[in-house]
């Protein structure tokens, strides 16, 4: 599976968007682009995939570049149950691989 | 549903102990997997099964055996307990074809 790179943290305002970037540069043509959340000490929670258009749902948006080679996830209005560690894990999708490589993620800090 | 529950939620063992973990799934998920999460760290995968009465090994699987006797259920022996087992673990489901998991609670597990 590819690698990604995430910023350690980012501050994000509450009310206003929060956007998580995400570089994986040497993704490969059939492997899609994961996002998680992990609340303090939850279970990780999935909140959206893409493999090369972007997709929304009611929880967030992913834009995927041209090139594939990054994304970003959008939290259109960031709320603070929004703070959480957010993954981003590139992965085939389908029979014959289901390993999530999480990483260390960005942890997310909404502000009041 | 009740989704993916796992118990107990707490553990303290001493070394060499033996225990399992429980994890079961109301969703009729054919995949289900154990990861480990220490601290500050991304989730690693110990163990994982594509249905039952298959199971194979993740990135970390010294030390601990799974079997998958139904649809329903994945527990997660730990046959000799040591302090290096001293974790989080979670565990998660999903549908074959698709890599959107779901994840449990997780149990808190202190060897000492």
């Known amino acids: 599976d590819a690698k990604t790179t995430q910023p350690p943290s980012m501050d994000c305002a509450e009310g206003r968007a929060a956007n998580l970037p995400c570089n994986h540069s040497t993704i490969s043509g059939n492997e899609y682009v994961y996002w998680y959340r992990q609340i303090h000490s939850q279970g990780p929670q999935y909140i959206i995939h893409g493999l090369k258009n972007n997709e929304t749902n009611e929880m967030a948006s992913l834009i995927i570049t041209e090139d594939r080679k990054s994304s970003t996830l959008i939290l259109p209005h960031a709320t603070l149950r929004d703070t959480a560690v957010y993954y981003c894990?590139?992965?085939?999708?389908?029979?014959?691989?289901?390993?999530?490589?999480f990483g260390k993620g960005t942890k997310l800090s909404v502000i009041p | 549903n009740a989704g993916v529950t796992q118990t107990p939620k707490f553990q303290v063992l001493k070394t060499g102990q033996s225990m399992t973990l429980q994890c079961a799934q109301d969703m009729n998920h054919e995949y289900m997997s154990w990861y480990r999460q220490d601290p500050g760290m991304g989730l690693r995968l110990i163990h994982y099964s594509v249905g039952a009465g298959i199971t194979d090994q993740g990135e970390v699987p010294n030390g601990y055996n799974v079997s998958r006797s139904t649809t329903e259920d994945f527990p997660l022996r730990l046959l000799s307990a040591a302090p290096s087992q001293t974790s989080v673990y979670f565990c998660?489901?999903?549908?074959?074809?698709?890599?959107?998991?779901?994840f449990g609670p997780g149990t808190r597990l202190t060897v000492l």
């Open positions: 894990i590139v992965s085939l999708s389908g029979a014959g691989s289901y390993q999530l490589t």
């Open positions: 998660a489901s999903s549908f074959l074809r698709k890599n959107e998991q779901f």
